[in-house]
């Protein structure tokens, strides 16, 4: 449902577990008008949610993403 809020500029998914990649990949192609995102601590993200950042968020200018194991290094390079 936040897909249909296609202006939204900040969203903080902070702790969450329960959310998957497909349904934030549907927000993400949906709001690309997010500036700031927190998924820090979802522990159920891995590189490839970061290349759906890099993909469909092209104004995003801060990015929280603590504590989530699966993340890697190329990951992080997919965003650069």
């Given at each position: ?8 500029r900040c969203l903080w998914l902070f702790g969450m577990p329960k959310v998957t990649y497909h349904a934030l990949r549907g927000v993400f192609q949906n709001c ?49």
């Amino acid at each position: 449902r936040l897909a249909h809020f296609t202006q939204l500029r900040c969203l903080w998914l902070f702790g969450m577990p329960k959310v998957t990649y497909h349904a934030l990949r549907g927000v993400f192609q949906n709001c690309t008008q997010l500036t700031e995102l927190n998924i820090s601590e979802s522990i159920n993200f891995t590189n490839g949610l970061l290349e759906a950042i890099a993909e469909f968020c092209p104004n995003l200018q801060k990015l929280y993403i603590a504590s989530i194991p699966a993340i890697t290094d190329a990951g992080l390079k997919a965003l650069s």
